[in-house]
Protein backbone atom coordinates (compact mmCIF):
# COMPACT_ATOMS: atom_id res chain seq x y z
CA UNK A 1 0.00 0.00 0.00
CA UNK A 2 1.12 3.69 -0.63
CA UNK A 3 0.55 4.56 2.84
CA UNK A 4 -0.65 8.12 4.46
CA UNK A 5 1.08 9.62 1.58
CA UNK A 6 -0.91 9.11 -0.87
CA UNK A 7 -3.32 10.71 1.10
CA UNK A 8 -1.83 14.13 0.25
CA UNK A 9 -4.42 13.47 -3.28
CA UNK A 10 -7.10 14.18 -1.05
CA UNK A 11 -5.80 17.36 -0.21
CA UNK A 12 -7.13 19.72 -2.64
CA UNK A 13 -11.02 18.16 -2.55
CA UNK A 14 -10.77 18.96 1.21
CA UNK A 15 -9.29 22.45 0.49
CA UNK A 16 -11.86 22.99 -2.43
CA UNK A 17 -15.12 21.12 -0.45
CA UNK A 18 -14.28 23.01 2.97
CA UNK A 19 -14.29 26.94 1.18
CA UNK A 20 -17.86 25.39 -0.88
CA UNK A 21 -19.50 24.01 1.99
CA UNK A 22 -19.08 26.89 4.75
CA UNK A 23 -19.92 25.97 7.96
CA UNK A 24 -21.56 22.08 6.65
CA UNK A 25 -18.17 21.52 5.97
CA UNK A 26 -17.27 20.82 10.24
CA UNK A 27 -20.28 17.99 10.01
CA UNK A 28 -18.99 16.03 6.60
CA UNK A 29 -16.78 13.65 6.03
CA UNK A 30 -14.72 12.13 3.06
CA UNK A 31 -16.08 7.94 2.99
CA UNK A 32 -15.35 4.78 1.29
CA UNK A 33 -14.17 4.62 -1.97
CA UNK A 34 -12.37 7.60 -2.46
CA UNK A 35 -10.50 6.79 0.98
CA UNK A 36 -9.37 3.84 -0.86
CA UNK A 37 -8.69 5.28 -4.15
CA UNK A 38 -6.62 7.59 -2.90
CA UNK A 39 -4.02 5.45 -0.80
CA UNK A 40 -4.33 3.10 -3.92
CA UNK A 41 -3.31 5.95 -5.99
CA UNK A 42 -6.06 5.77 -8.31
CA UNK A 43 -8.19 8.36 -10.25
CA UNK A 44 -10.55 10.12 -7.62
CA UNK A 45 -13.82 10.53 -10.23
CA UNK A 46 -16.21 8.93 -7.24
CA UNK A 47 -16.69 11.39 -4.53
CA UNK A 48 -18.74 9.74 -1.90
CA UNK A 49 -19.60 12.00 1.39
CA UNK A 50 -20.85 11.80 4.27
CA UNK A 51 -22.87 14.25 5.69
CA UNK A 52 -24.63 15.99 9.25
CA UNK A 53 -26.34 18.17 7.37
CA UNK A 54 -28.95 18.29 4.88
CA UNK A 55 -27.48 16.61 1.88
CA UNK A 56 -29.77 18.51 -0.55
CA UNK A 57 -28.50 21.42 0.44
CA UNK A 58 -24.86 20.38 0.59
CA UNK A 59 -25.20 18.92 -2.95
CA UNK A 60 -26.81 21.75 -4.05
CA UNK A 61 -23.85 24.13 -2.90
CA UNK A 62 -21.57 21.64 -4.46
CA UNK A 63 -23.48 22.23 -8.05
CA UNK A 64 -23.95 25.96 -8.13
CA UNK A 65 -19.98 25.97 -7.28
CA UNK A 66 -18.62 23.76 -9.78
CA UNK A 67 -21.17 24.31 -11.83
CA UNK A 68 -22.49 20.70 -12.10
CA UNK A 69 -26.08 19.09 -11.70
CA UNK A 70 -27.65 18.37 -8.38
CA UNK A 71 -30.83 15.29 -8.39
CA UNK A 72 -32.00 12.91 -6.00
CA UNK A 73 -31.71 9.75 -5.99
CA UNK A 74 -34.21 7.84 -3.85
CA UNK A 75 -33.69 6.33 -0.35
CA UNK A 76 -30.90 3.87 0.42
CA UNK A 77 -31.93 0.11 1.46
CA UNK A 78 -34.16 0.40 4.41
CA UNK A 79 -35.76 3.92 4.12
CA UNK A 80 -33.19 6.05 5.17
CA UNK A 81 -33.22 9.70 4.02
CA UNK A 82 -32.08 10.52 0.64
CA UNK A 83 -28.62 10.28 -1.26
CA UNK A 84 -28.34 13.23 -3.87
CA UNK A 85 -25.52 13.10 -6.62
CA UNK A 86 -23.68 15.80 -8.03
CA UNK A 87 -22.74 15.64 -11.91
CA UNK A 88 -19.56 17.88 -12.65
CA UNK A 89 -16.57 18.21 -15.09
CA UNK A 90 -13.18 19.40 -14.39
CA UNK A 91 -11.44 21.99 -16.27
CA UNK A 92 -9.23 19.33 -17.57
CA UNK A 93 -12.57 17.11 -19.01
CA UNK A 94 -12.83 14.80 -16.39
CA UNK A 95 -16.43 13.30 -15.59
CA UNK A 96 -16.88 13.92 -11.48
CA UNK A 97 -19.37 12.80 -9.72
CA UNK A 98 -20.45 13.36 -6.35
CA UNK A 99 -22.72 11.23 -3.93
CA UNK A 100 -23.97 13.12 -0.83
CA UNK A 101 -25.99 10.95 2.00
CA UNK A 102 -26.90 11.52 5.43
CA UNK A 103 -24.63 11.04 8.47
CA UNK A 104 -25.90 7.24 9.60
CA UNK A 105 -26.44 7.23 12.91
CA UNK A 106 -25.99 11.12 13.32
CA UNK A 107 -21.87 9.93 13.91
CA UNK A 108 -19.51 8.85 11.80
CA UNK A 109 -18.70 5.50 14.17
CA UNK A 110 -22.17 4.52 13.46
CA UNK A 111 -21.59 5.18 9.56
CA UNK A 112 -18.64 3.31 8.47
CA UNK A 113 -20.46 0.65 10.95
CA UNK A 114 -23.01 0.13 8.23
CA UNK A 115 -20.74 0.34 5.40
CA UNK A 116 -20.55 -2.78 2.90
CA UNK A 117 -16.65 -3.80 3.12
CA UNK A 118 -13.76 -2.46 5.71
CA UNK A 119 -11.68 -1.37 2.97
CA UNK A 120 -14.43 0.96 2.17
CA UNK A 121 -15.46 2.13 5.95
CA UNK A 122 -12.59 4.59 6.09
CA UNK A 123 -13.66 8.10 6.55
CA UNK A 124 -11.78 11.53 6.60
CA UNK A 125 -12.87 15.16 8.05
CA UNK A 126 -13.53 17.73 5.40
CA UNK A 127 -12.60 20.27 7.82
CA UNK A 128 -9.33 20.64 9.80
CA UNK A 129 -5.94 20.43 10.13
CA UNK A 130 -4.03 17.31 9.68
CA UNK A 131 -4.50 14.07 8.55
CA UNK A 132 -6.48 11.57 10.28
CA UNK A 133 -8.44 8.82 8.93
CA UNK A 134 -11.28 7.10 11.15
CA UNK A 135 -10.56 3.07 10.26
CA UNK A 136 -12.83 1.07 13.26
CA UNK A 137 -12.77 -2.61 10.93
CA UNK A 138 -9.05 -2.92 9.45
CA UNK A 139 -9.68 -1.40 6.34
CA UNK A 140 -5.73 -0.24 6.33
CA UNK A 141 -4.78 -3.56 6.33
CA UNK A 142 -7.44 -5.06 3.87
CA UNK A 143 -5.57 -2.57 1.49
CA UNK A 144 -2.53 -3.35 2.29
CA UNK A 145 -3.62 -7.06 1.74
CA UNK A 146 -5.40 -6.74 -1.06
CA UNK A 147 -8.37 -8.32 0.55
CA UNK A 148 -12.08 -7.60 0.26
CA UNK A 149 -13.85 -8.64 3.62
CA UNK A 150 -17.56 -7.29 4.84
CA UNK A 151 -18.20 -5.42 7.51
CA UNK A 152 -20.91 -7.73 8.98
CA UNK A 153 -22.75 -9.89 7.03
CA UNK A 154 -26.08 -7.46 8.27
CA UNK A 155 -24.52 -5.41 5.46
CA UNK A 156 -25.14 -8.35 2.66
CA UNK A 157 -28.94 -8.30 3.89
CA UNK A 158 -29.48 -4.89 4.42
CA UNK A 159 -28.64 -4.10 0.24
CA UNK A 160 -28.13 -7.91 -1.34
CA UNK A 161 -26.47 -5.81 -4.47
CA UNK A 162 -23.45 -5.34 -2.25
CA UNK A 163 -22.89 -9.42 -3.64
CA UNK A 164 -23.10 -8.15 -6.83
CA UNK A 165 -20.37 -5.02 -5.56
CA UNK A 166 -18.21 -7.33 -3.86
CA UNK A 167 -17.41 -9.49 -7.42
CA UNK A 168 -17.10 -5.95 -8.89
CA UNK A 169 -14.91 -4.51 -6.61
CA UNK A 170 -12.51 -7.63 -6.56
CA UNK A 171 -12.11 -7.70 -10.13
CA UNK A 172 -11.86 -4.50 -10.72
CA UNK A 173 -8.91 -4.04 -7.77
CA UNK A 174 -7.67 -7.75 -8.59
CA UNK A 175 -8.46 -8.51 -4.81
CA UNK A 176 -9.23 -11.72 -3.29
CA UNK A 177 -12.72 -11.79 -1.48
CA UNK A 178 -11.82 -13.14 1.86
CA UNK A 179 -13.43 -16.91 2.80
CA UNK A 180 -15.86 -15.67 5.69
CA UNK A 181 -17.03 -13.02 2.91
CA UNK A 182 -17.33 -15.73 0.11
CA UNK A 183 -19.56 -18.09 2.43
CA UNK A 184 -21.58 -15.05 3.75
CA UNK A 185 -22.23 -14.26 -0.22
CA UNK A 186 -22.93 -17.94 -1.36
CA UNK A 187 -25.33 -18.45 1.37
CA UNK A 188 -27.57 -15.32 0.69
CA UNK A 189 -26.67 -15.59 -3.57
CA UNK A 190 -30.53 -16.11 -4.03
CA UNK A 191 -31.71 -12.80 -2.92
CA UNK A 192 -29.31 -10.97 -5.95
CA UNK A 193 -32.18 -10.85 -7.66
CA UNK A 194 -33.96 -8.38 -5.26
CA UNK A 195 -32.77 -5.68 -6.46
CA UNK A 196 -34.08 -3.15 -8.73
CA UNK A 197 -33.17 -4.17 -12.35
CA UNK A 198 -31.50 -1.32 -13.33
CA UNK A 199 -29.09 -1.47 -10.11
CA UNK A 200 -28.15 -5.25 -11.22
CA UNK A 201 -27.17 -4.16 -14.58
CA UNK A 202 -25.04 -0.99 -13.46
CA UNK A 203 -22.95 -3.04 -11.56
CA UNK A 204 -23.07 -5.80 -14.10
CA UNK A 205 -22.17 -3.28 -16.76
CA UNK A 206 -19.03 -2.31 -14.64
CA UNK A 207 -17.58 -5.86 -13.86
CA UNK A 208 -18.02 -6.52 -17.81
CA UNK A 209 -16.70 -3.25 -19.32
CA UNK A 210 -13.15 -4.00 -17.05
CA UNK A 211 -10.66 -6.14 -18.58
CA UNK A 212 -10.66 -9.84 -18.31
CA UNK A 213 -14.46 -9.67 -18.54
CA UNK A 214 -14.54 -13.73 -18.38
CA UNK A 215 -12.17 -13.64 -15.45
CA UNK A 216 -15.09 -11.46 -13.62
CA UNK A 217 -17.80 -13.84 -14.38
CA UNK A 218 -15.99 -16.84 -13.11
CA UNK A 219 -15.78 -14.51 -9.87
CA UNK A 220 -19.92 -14.28 -10.03
CA UNK A 221 -19.40 -18.03 -10.14
CA UNK A 222 -17.22 -18.74 -7.19
CA UNK A 223 -19.89 -16.29 -5.28
CA UNK A 224 -22.43 -18.62 -6.30
CA UNK A 225 -24.33 -15.45 -8.15
CA UNK A 226 -23.96 -16.24 -11.97
CA UNK A 227 -26.87 -18.68 -12.13
CA UNK A 228 -29.04 -16.66 -10.12
CA UNK A 229 -28.31 -13.50 -12.33
CA UNK A 230 -28.39 -15.29 -15.72
CA UNK A 231 -29.47 -18.91 -15.03
CA UNK A 232 -30.12 -18.79 -19.33
CA UNK A 233 -26.09 -19.13 -19.32
CA UNK A 234 -26.26 -21.55 -16.28
CA UNK A 235 -28.84 -23.89 -18.64
CA UNK A 236 -25.89 -24.13 -20.80
CA UNK A 237 -23.71 -25.92 -18.63
CA UNK A 238 -22.59 -29.37 -19.60
CA UNK A 239 -24.47 -29.03 -22.48
CA UNK A 240 -22.50 -30.98 -25.28
CA UNK A 241 -22.35 -29.41 -28.50
CA UNK A 242 -21.23 -31.10 -32.23
CA UNK A 243 -17.59 -32.33 -33.14
CA UNK A 244 -16.91 -28.95 -34.27
CA UNK A 245 -16.81 -28.01 -30.94
CA UNK A 246 -14.52 -28.58 -27.99
CA UNK A 247 -16.43 -26.66 -25.29
CA UNK A 248 -19.52 -27.29 -23.91
CA UNK A 249 -22.13 -23.93 -24.98
CA UNK A 250 -21.74 -22.53 -21.34
CA UNK A 251 -17.74 -22.53 -21.15
CA UNK A 252 -18.05 -21.09 -25.05
CA UNK A 253 -19.55 -18.99 -24.32
CA UNK A 254 -17.16 -17.32 -21.98
CA UNK A 255 -14.63 -18.22 -24.72
CA UNK A 256 -16.97 -15.61 -27.39
CA UNK A 257 -16.93 -13.23 -24.44
CA UNK A 258 -13.03 -13.28 -23.94
CA UNK A 259 -12.79 -13.13 -27.96
CA UNK A 260 -14.66 -10.61 -28.17
CA UNK A 261 -13.29 -8.12 -25.33
CA UNK A 262 -9.73 -9.05 -27.11
CA UNK A 263 -10.84 -7.96 -30.71
CA UNK A 264 -12.29 -4.65 -29.73
CA UNK A 265 -9.06 -3.95 -27.57
CA UNK A 266 -7.02 -5.32 -30.61
CA UNK A 267 -8.84 -4.43 -33.55
CA UNK A 268 -6.10 -3.17 -35.83
CA UNK A 269 -4.64 -6.92 -34.92
CA UNK A 270 -7.61 -8.70 -35.51
CA UNK A 271 -9.72 -6.62 -38.29
CA UNK A 272 -7.03 -4.26 -39.94
CA UNK A 273 -7.79 -2.41 -42.80
CA UNK A 274 -5.80 -1.97 -46.18
CA UNK A 275 -3.68 1.31 -46.58
CA UNK A 276 -6.23 3.42 -48.36
CA UNK A 277 -6.44 7.38 -48.47
CA UNK A 278 -8.76 8.25 -45.94
CA UNK A 279 -10.24 4.59 -44.70
CA UNK A 280 -10.13 4.55 -40.95
CA UNK A 281 -12.47 3.19 -38.33
CA UNK A 282 -14.43 4.91 -35.59
CA UNK A 283 -12.69 3.85 -31.86
CA UNK A 284 -15.19 1.99 -30.21
CA UNK A 285 -17.49 3.80 -27.52
CA UNK A 286 -18.16 2.11 -24.17
CA UNK A 287 -21.46 1.65 -25.63
CA UNK A 288 -20.60 -0.21 -28.59
CA UNK A 289 -18.03 -2.40 -26.16
CA UNK A 290 -20.88 -3.10 -23.73
CA UNK A 291 -23.18 -4.24 -26.72
CA UNK A 292 -20.71 -6.43 -28.00
CA UNK A 293 -19.93 -7.98 -24.85
CA UNK A 294 -23.47 -8.45 -23.83
CA UNK A 295 -24.53 -10.13 -27.15
CA UNK A 296 -21.47 -12.59 -27.06
CA UNK A 297 -22.98 -13.78 -23.67
CA UNK A 298 -26.36 -14.24 -24.67
CA UNK A 299 -25.33 -15.54 -28.39
CA UNK A 300 -26.11 -19.05 -27.59
CA UNK A 301 -28.70 -18.84 -24.80
CA UNK A 302 -31.38 -20.51 -27.31
CA UNK A 303 -29.11 -23.33 -28.00
CA UNK A 304 -30.77 -25.30 -24.65
CA UNK A 305 -34.42 -24.81 -26.10
CA UNK A 306 -33.55 -25.66 -29.50
CA UNK A 307 -31.00 -29.54 -28.82
CA UNK A 308 -31.94 -32.37 -30.97
CA UNK A 309 -29.45 -35.67 -31.18
CA UNK A 310 -29.67 -37.86 -34.32
CA UNK A 311 -29.47 -41.11 -33.68
CA UNK A 312 -25.86 -41.15 -35.37
CA UNK A 313 -25.17 -38.52 -32.60
CA UNK A 314 -24.86 -35.80 -34.47
CA UNK A 315 -25.90 -32.71 -32.57
CA UNK A 316 -27.38 -29.73 -33.82
CA UNK A 317 -29.52 -26.27 -32.61
CA UNK A 318 -31.66 -25.79 -35.48
CA UNK A 319 -33.08 -22.15 -34.43
CA UNK A 320 -31.22 -20.92 -31.86
CA UNK A 321 -30.41 -17.64 -32.86
CA UNK A 322 -33.94 -17.09 -33.41
CA UNK A 323 -35.02 -18.19 -29.90
CA UNK A 324 -31.96 -16.47 -28.82
CA UNK A 325 -32.93 -13.15 -30.05
CA UNK A 326 -36.46 -13.81 -27.79
CA UNK A 327 -34.39 -14.32 -24.64
CA UNK A 328 -32.79 -10.53 -24.89
CA UNK A 329 -35.77 -9.32 -24.61
CA UNK A 330 -36.18 -11.47 -21.42
CA UNK A 331 -33.06 -9.58 -20.37
CA UNK A 332 -34.08 -6.62 -21.64
CA UNK A 333 -36.78 -6.49 -19.15
CA UNK A 334 -35.05 -7.86 -16.48
CA UNK A 335 -32.21 -5.71 -16.20
CA UNK A 336 -34.39 -2.32 -17.79
CA UNK A 337 -32.18 -2.01 -20.60
CA UNK A 338 -32.60 1.62 -22.96
CA UNK A 339 -34.58 0.42 -26.43
CA UNK A 340 -31.05 1.24 -28.16
CA UNK A 341 -29.15 -1.77 -25.91
CA UNK A 342 -32.14 -3.72 -26.01
CA UNK A 343 -32.54 -3.18 -30.16
CA UNK A 344 -28.70 -3.33 -30.99
CA UNK A 345 -27.92 -7.13 -28.41
CA UNK A 346 -31.16 -8.62 -30.28
CA UNK A 347 -30.01 -7.72 -33.89
CA UNK A 348 -26.45 -9.56 -32.83
CA UNK A 349 -27.67 -12.27 -30.98
CA UNK A 350 -30.35 -12.83 -34.54
CA UNK A 351 -27.58 -12.29 -36.95
CA UNK A 352 -24.75 -13.94 -35.38
CA UNK A 353 -24.68 -16.99 -37.88
CA UNK A 354 -25.29 -15.42 -40.87
CA UNK A 355 -21.27 -14.00 -42.13
CA UNK A 356 -20.44 -18.14 -41.23
CA UNK A 357 -23.54 -19.21 -43.48
CA UNK A 358 -22.26 -16.70 -46.29
CA UNK A 359 -19.16 -18.52 -46.37
CA UNK A 360 -20.96 -21.66 -47.82
CA UNK A 361 -23.03 -19.89 -50.59
CA UNK A 362 -21.99 -16.80 -52.54
CA UNK A 363 -19.22 -14.39 -51.10
CA UNK A 364 -19.71 -11.97 -53.42
CA UNK A 365 -19.41 -8.14 -53.48
CA UNK A 366 -23.51 -7.68 -53.85
CA UNK A 367 -24.32 -10.81 -51.16
CA UNK A 368 -21.57 -8.81 -48.80
CA UNK A 369 -24.04 -6.10 -49.63
CA UNK A 370 -26.95 -7.74 -48.64
CA UNK A 371 -25.49 -9.28 -45.65
CA UNK A 372 -24.58 -5.75 -44.16
CA UNK A 373 -28.06 -4.83 -44.63
CA UNK A 374 -29.02 -7.74 -43.11
CA UNK A 375 -26.90 -6.48 -39.95
CA UNK A 376 -28.41 -3.06 -40.29
CA UNK A 377 -26.85 -0.68 -37.78
CA UNK A 378 -24.29 -3.01 -35.98
CA UNK A 379 -21.99 -3.87 -38.79
CA UNK A 380 -19.08 -3.68 -36.83
CA UNK A 381 -19.95 -5.29 -33.71
CA UNK A 382 -21.89 -8.12 -35.56
CA UNK A 383 -17.95 -9.06 -37.68
CA UNK A 384 -16.76 -8.88 -34.16
CA UNK A 385 -19.25 -11.16 -32.37
CA UNK A 386 -18.79 -13.56 -35.77
CA UNK A 387 -15.16 -13.40 -35.78
CA UNK A 388 -15.07 -14.24 -31.40
CA UNK A 389 -17.67 -16.94 -31.73
CA UNK A 390 -15.27 -18.56 -34.92
CA UNK A 391 -12.46 -18.43 -32.96
CA UNK A 392 -14.10 -20.16 -29.78
CA UNK A 393 -14.83 -23.43 -32.26
CA UNK A 394 -11.85 -25.92 -32.42
CA UNK A 395 -13.80 -29.39 -31.98
CA UNK A 396 -12.25 -32.72 -33.80
CA UNK A 397 -14.20 -32.07 -37.06
CA UNK A 398 -12.55 -28.61 -37.05
CA UNK A 399 -10.41 -27.31 -39.78
CA UNK A 400 -7.61 -24.24 -39.09
CA UNK A 401 -8.14 -23.62 -43.03
CA UNK A 402 -11.96 -22.98 -42.27
CA UNK A 403 -11.44 -20.15 -39.73
CA UNK A 404 -9.05 -18.70 -42.04
CA UNK A 405 -12.07 -18.55 -44.56
CA UNK A 406 -14.01 -17.41 -42.12
CA UNK A 407 -11.44 -14.56 -40.93
CA UNK A 408 -10.48 -13.65 -44.75
CA UNK A 409 -14.23 -13.03 -45.38
CA UNK A 410 -15.07 -10.90 -42.17
CA UNK A 411 -12.48 -8.71 -42.90
CA UNK A 412 -13.84 -8.21 -46.13
CA UNK A 413 -16.90 -7.47 -44.53
CA UNK A 414 -15.42 -4.94 -42.47
CA UNK A 415 -13.18 -3.47 -45.38
CA UNK A 416 -16.38 -3.47 -47.53
CA UNK A 417 -18.00 -1.06 -44.35
CA UNK A 418 -15.71 1.34 -43.57
CA UNK A 419 -15.60 1.97 -46.93
CA UNK A 420 -18.83 2.75 -47.26
CA UNK A 421 -18.68 5.09 -44.04
CA UNK A 422 -15.95 6.61 -45.75
CA UNK A 423 -17.50 6.86 -49.31
CA UNK A 424 -21.22 7.08 -48.53
CA UNK A 425 -23.93 5.27 -50.03
CA UNK A 426 -24.46 6.08 -54.05
CA UNK A 427 -27.40 9.16 -54.71
CA UNK A 428 -29.85 7.19 -56.17
CA UNK A 429 -29.69 7.58 -59.93
CA UNK A 430 -33.72 7.64 -60.52
CA UNK A 431 -36.15 8.82 -58.10
CA UNK A 432 -39.21 6.96 -57.21
CA UNK A 433 -41.36 8.23 -59.70
CA UNK A 434 -38.88 7.47 -62.65
CA UNK A 435 -38.81 4.10 -61.34
CA UNK A 436 -41.81 3.58 -61.47
CA UNK A 437 -41.87 5.64 -64.95
CA UNK A 438 -39.49 2.79 -66.17
CA UNK A 439 -40.97 -0.12 -64.75
CA UNK A 440 -44.06 0.98 -66.28
CA UNK A 441 -46.25 0.68 -62.97
CA UNK A 442 -48.22 2.71 -60.18
CA UNK A 443 -46.46 3.40 -56.94
CA UNK A 444 -47.03 0.88 -54.75
CA UNK A 445 -45.74 -2.02 -52.89
CA UNK A 446 -43.38 -3.11 -55.58
CA UNK A 447 -41.89 -0.26 -56.03
CA UNK A 448 -40.28 -0.22 -52.48
CA UNK A 449 -38.41 -3.79 -53.81
CA UNK A 450 -37.56 -1.63 -57.40
CA UNK A 451 -35.50 1.45 -55.30
CA UNK A 452 -33.81 -1.24 -52.62
CA UNK A 453 -32.93 -3.42 -55.75
CA UNK A 454 -31.76 -0.62 -57.69
CA UNK A 455 -29.60 1.07 -55.03
CA UNK A 456 -27.78 -2.46 -54.42
CA UNK A 457 -27.05 -2.66 -58.41
CA UNK A 458 -25.18 1.10 -57.55
CA UNK A 459 -23.44 0.09 -54.47
CA UNK A 460 -22.10 -3.10 -56.52
CA UNK A 461 -21.29 -0.92 -59.50
CA UNK A 462 -23.49 -2.67 -61.88
CA UNK A 463 -24.93 0.41 -63.02
CA UNK A 464 -23.42 3.68 -62.76
CA UNK A 465 -25.85 6.20 -65.51
CA UNK A 466 -29.23 7.22 -65.33
CA UNK A 467 -29.77 4.99 -68.84
CA UNK A 468 -28.06 1.87 -67.43
CA UNK A 469 -30.13 2.45 -64.25
CA UNK A 470 -33.39 2.36 -66.08
CA UNK A 471 -32.68 -0.49 -68.31
CA UNK A 472 -31.69 -2.36 -65.09
CA UNK A 473 -35.21 -1.84 -63.74
CA UNK A 474 -36.89 -2.69 -67.19
CA UNK A 475 -34.85 -6.35 -67.20
CA UNK A 476 -35.33 -6.36 -63.36
CA UNK A 477 -39.27 -6.11 -63.91
CA UNK A 478 -38.85 -8.81 -67.23
CA UNK A 479 -37.48 -11.31 -64.86
CA UNK A 480 -39.97 -11.22 -62.83
CA UNK A 481 -42.97 -11.16 -65.26
Known amino acids: MAGRDQLAALEPQRTHLTELLGDDAASTWLVGGVVRDALLGRPLLDVDLATGADPERVA ?30 TASGDDVQYDVCALRGGAIETDVAERD ?43 PLRMLRAAR ?37 LLLLHPEARRGWRLLETLGLDAVLLPELDACRDMRQSRFHHLDVHDHTLAVLDNCED ?15 GLVRTPWSEDQRLVILLAALAHDLGKPATRTEREDGRVGFVGHDDVGRTIVDTLAER ?43 VVPEAVVLSVGDRLATSGLDDRRRWVR ?10 TDHWREVRDGIPEPLLDGTEIAAAAGIEPGPQLGELVTALAEAQAVREVATRDAASEFIRAFVADRA
Open 405 to 414: AHMDLAREVW
Open 117 to 159: FAANALALPIAGDGVQVVDLHGGLEDIEHKRLRMVSSAALDDD
Open 60 to 89: RRIAKVAGGTAFPLGERPGGERGLWRVATT
Open 263 to 277: IVEATDFWLPLPAEP
Open 169 to 205: IAHLLDWRIDDATVAAIRERSARAIEPAGERTFHELG
Open 335 to 377: WKWSTHMRRSVGQLVGTHLALGFLLHTDRSLRERWRLRRHFGD
